[in-house]
Nanobody, 124 residues
């Protein structure tokens, strides 16, 4: 079985920081890419960041580039999203997902297991 569980969301003031964690279980975590997506009310789910199996290759949405950092600790089966300089427009439910492949992916359909989501709210 594969499990994906996000944590670390909350309410923060604009300009603040949060670190999201994604704990995973199941076979061969270190061999697959992981990704973060988000969905705001009334909007479609969108790509945020992805990291390849070894952690050496990452990609970010333009809207978060320079502010967010994705990382992983394969020994702990955990992926992180460090979010700095948060803006109200970052408010969304954030989802962690496990990819079907080892290289980094940005498409929704490239992922086969998803967490339940964690709410991030940034107030102005």
């Amino acid at each position: 079985q594969v499990q994906v569980v996000e944590s670390g969301g909350g309410l923060v003031q604009a300009g603040g920081s949060l670190r999201l964690s994604c704990a995973t279980s199941g076979r061969s975590f270190s061999s697959v890419a992981m990704g973060w997506f988000r969905q705001a009310p009334g909007k479609e789910r969108e790509f945020v960041a992805t990291i390849n199996w070894g952690g050496g290759s990452t990609y970010y949405a333009d809207s978060v580039k320079g502010r967010f950092t994705i990382s992983r600790d394969n020994a702990k089966n955990t992926v992180y999203l460090q979010m700095n300089s948060l803006k109200p427009e970052d408010t969304a439910v954030y989802y962690c997902a496990r990819a079907r492949y080892s290289n980094a992916r940005t498409g929704l359909n490239d992922y086969d297991y998803w967490g339940q989501g964690t709410q991030v709210t940034v107030s102005s």
